[in-house]
């Protein structure tokens, strides 16, 4: 997305009183913020040669690609720029840097990264891969010098290092990796990321930050400081909050800003699936209905999720989050009793008017 519609973007975000902006920087079908000490990140990771066209299916031979190379990275000026313009808004920015999976760019750019060391080539398509990055010291090593330039670019306390969806199969076929996990006394592949991910856990933390990731960091053995997403369900943010873990509310079937709309699929644009009406959004009550009162302090808040592989531009990112945006912010600052969603829809119709005038693409209401 280019640099002026993230700042307008940060400027909805302030209008509607959100205090974060997580950017997901990285994953496997590009890397997107300049780090200086690897040159390759971006010259590399940051361009794919093409593109699938719709859904991937069962059948690789029926999946189109569109010929068009593509790609793009934030420089750290422009960072730096858009960090500034955030903070003048009361915005704090939270980058995102995947591993141990969703690494396939990083491991094109720097194939040592991975676990075969051969080369591959930056996804031109979606979903999980196997790549994997290998927790040799030298991989932890590269990764914390890029944290050290994520941190000078940051001031934000909390920095995501992702964890979500870290497929094992290249860890399981590796003799090096298996030694790797009996030499460190681990039992499985799971504990294996759980203690990369303490290793960047204590790194952060020597640095006065704390590692944000996705629920699946619980699976390993949480890391002592980490604050969990949870995204598949409320499961993992309330084992989290249990534990005495912060945890932001993000799961799929209330907070992903990338399912459809409606259910009226044909009149939608191509979306990667699911099912999140407007009022299904207003609906949600942050605060796990399973959660003991005395944890419900570690709950921060909820986060819309805006995975844009299926969003070409600016446009159709505003069509997704307008208005589920709207209805997200009054879930997270409006005390359970005051809701009341035919009275925010009496509203949203004022709002709408806002919207239009700053140009913003929103989904009408009343669209079936
Ligand atoms: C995620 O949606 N993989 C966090």
């Not at 302030?14 to 690897?38: M, P, S, V």
Request: hydrophobic fraction near 40%.
């Amino acid at each position: 997305m280019p640099k002026e519609f993230v700042k307008k973007y940060i400027d909805l975000l302030a209008l509607h009183k959100l205090n974060t902006f997580h950017w997901h920087l990285t994953d496997d079908q590009g890397w997107r913020i300049e780090i200086k000490k690897y040159p390759r990140l971006t010259s590399v990771g940051a361009w794919r040669k093409e593109t699938l066209v719709g859904h991937s299916t069962d059948d690789p031979s029926a999946e189109r690609y569109d010929g068009q190379r593509h790609g793009g990275f934030y420089t750290q000026d422009d960072v730096r720029e858009i960090v500034e313009y955030a903070r003048a808004r009361f915005v704090n920015v939270v980058p995102e840097i995947e591993m141990p999976g969703h690494s396939v760019a990083a491991i094109a750019a720097y194939p040592e990264l991975g676990v075969t060391g051969e080369p591959t080539e930056v996804a031109t398509k979606w979903g999980v891969f196997d790549d994997i990055l290998n927790p040799s010291d030298r991989t932890i090593a590269f990764m914390q010098d890029v944290l050290t330039q994520v941190m000078a670019l940051f001031p934000s306390r909390e920095i995501h290092l992702g964890g979500d969806e870290a497929v094992k199969t290249r860890w399981q076929a590796s003799p090096e990796v298996q030694a790797r996990i009996k030499a460190l006394g681990l039992e499985n592949e799971e504990q294996l990321q759980g203690w990369f991910m303490k290793q960047m856990d204590a790194f952060l933390a020597a640095h006065g930050r704390r590692l944000v990731g996705w629920d699946e960091i619980l699976e390993g053995g949480l890391s002592p400081n980490a604050v969990v997403m949870s995204w598949r369900g409320e499961a993992g943010g309330i084992a989290a909050a249990r534990a005495g873990h912060d945890v932001v509310m993000t799961p799929t079937a209330y907070t992903y800003f990338d399912y459809y709309q409606s259910q009226d699929r044909d009149h939608e644009p191509l979306a990667i699936g699911g099912d999140l009406p407007l009022e299904q959004v207003y609906g949600y009550d942050p605060i796990p209905a399973g959660l003991e009162p005395q944890f419900a302090s570690h709950v921060l808040g909820a986060q819309g999720q805006l995975w844009s592989e299926y969003l070409p531009g600016p446009k159709a990112v505003e069509y997704m989050a307008f208005p589920r945006l709207c209805a997200l912010a009054e879930v997270v600052w409006t005390p359970k009793p005051r809701k009341d969603y035919q009275d925010f829809l009496a509203r949203l119709a004022t709002h709408l008017e806002r919207l239009a005038i700053l140009d913003v693409n929103y989904r009408p209401l009343g669209r079936p």
